[in-house]
């Protein structure tokens, strides 16, 4: 059974920076796009970036600059480091996968800025 554990949420004061972990497990054959989503209380699930199995990434505007997305394929992990955190990027964030042709999902994890 294929599973997404994501790590490394919490609170940090704006301006701060935090570094999300997933990692994959059991029994994976190849894992094709990754991502990371974010869904904003009282608000829908929306794309923060994506990358590819051979390393391209595409971010939202909003983040452009701040976050930087990368991978380990050999390790089947994904890392999104987020900085100059704004009050607005609080959200449960939400590791996505294309694992064996399936979509899976991570159970997500809080990040709030807040001071």
């Known amino acids: 059974q294929v599973q997404l554990v994501e790590s490394g949420g919490g609170l940090v004061q704006p301006g701060g920076s935090l570094r999300l972990s997933c990692a994959a497990s059991g029994s994976i054959f190849s894992i094709n796009a990754m991502g990371w989503y974010r869904q904003p209380p009282g608000k829908q699930r929306e794309l923060v970036a994506r990358?590819?199995?051979?390393?391209?990434?595409n971010y939202a505007d909003s983040v452009k600059g701040r976050f930087t997305i990368s991978r380990d394929n050999a390790k089947n992990t994904l890392s999104l480091q987020m900085n100059s955190l704004k009050p607005e990027d609080t959200a449960v964030y939400y590791c996505?996968?294309?694992?064996?042709?399936?979509?899976?999902w991570g159970q997500g994890t809080q990040v709030t800025v807040s001071s």
């Open positions: 990358i590819t199995s051979g390393g391209s990434t």
């Open positions: 996505n996968a294309i694992i064996n042709t399936r979509f899976y």
